[in-house]
């Protein structure tokens, strides 16, 4: 805050905006911070009826619900009387972005899979195709043929894994459908 900032200030509005934002009341330690080098200070009694008038905005578990299934972090903002109305939500949202990610990891497991699949794949017709290719000895076409089966048997192993990753994006999914609709009570 500048110095006119300082000087116009209403607290108990800074300290309500604060509040209803869900930041802490040590935000006036900032504010006090901020003005202290223009030689203000800030009215905390105001500040504090502010943040707490502030707090009944945010303070609700509806919003808690909403900062947990984004997997953002609780700074204790919410008056004790206020807390745990907004920590049931969080933490049900904190299970909601759990399984969520759980979902997403189990996703880009199964993609990577499916990635060195097609590079695989892609090697095994590239040696193929060099396997009739005019010119090589015997000898040549024996050490392609090789490679080609080692290929493959290393490709067989990746279908087996792709089945189990895809069990387990099916199984992801499906928990985070069933606590989506366990928590729908938030939408």
Known sequence: ????????????????????????????????KDCAK????????????????GSVLFCTDNNGFRHGSA?????????????????????DGEELYQAQGSMNHAQSNLNHLLNDISKLQTQIDQQTEMMIADGLTRDERAKIRDDIALMQADLAQLYVQRSEFEQQVAAAKFNYER?????????
């Open 71 to 91: 997997g953002k972090n609780y700074q204790n903002s919410c008056p004790e009387a206020l807390a745990n109305a907004f920590l049931s939500g969080f933490k």
């Open 38 to 53: 223009h030689g203000i200070t800030p009215d905390l009694t105001a500040y504090r009826t502010g943040h707490d008038e």
């Open 179 to 187: 606590t989506l609709r366990r928590f729908s009570r938030y939408n």
């Open 1 to 32: 805050m500048d110095k006119s900032m300082c000087l116009a200030a209403n607290w108990q509005t800074i300290g309500f905006e604060d509040g209803a934002a869900g930041r802490p009341q040590t935000e006036i330690a900032q504010h006090r």
